[in-house]
């Protein structure tokens, strides 16, 4: 009866920590897109329709989203890259849109 109770016990264990772990990427992965969506229609919201970085909800809610991405487990060395890589080109369209806007340039490109 004990070995079998260690068994269970183990296998438990076990399970407990790969849909822990399942949730933590579900997370991140999910922050990583948001994120991603949010830094997008900025740049729509920028680019297309004239607004103001700063007056644009998408990208004043780009600091809120970016927070919760890293509280998921982002920009760490252990982040998975397909995240990692939703995550940075977000980042860089952001910075694009905020260029755009302070520039008053749609056009604005670095090549």
């Not at 009866?1 to 264990?13: D, I, Y």
């Not at 680019?47 to 890293?70: A, E, G, V």
Request: proline residues 3%; contains cysteine; hydrophobic residues 40%.
């Amino acid at each position: 009866m004990n070995a079998k109770f260690s068994v269970l016990v183990f296998v438990s264990a076990l399970m407990a920590a790969s849909l822990s772990g399942c949730a933590d990427h579900t997370r991140l992965e999910l922050s990583a897109k948001a994120l991603s969506k949010a830094a997008d229609e900025c740049l729509l919201d920028v680019r297309d329709r004239k607004m103001k970085y700063d007056k644009s909800p998408s990208c004043t809610s780009l600091r809120t989203l970016s927070m919760q991405y890293i509280e998921a487990g982002g920009f760490k060395t252990n982040t998975p890259a397909k995240y990692e890589l939703i995550a940075v080109q977000a980042r860089e369209t952001a910075w694009k849109a905020l260029a755009t806007s302070e520039s008053g340039k749609p056009s604005l490109r670095i090549w």
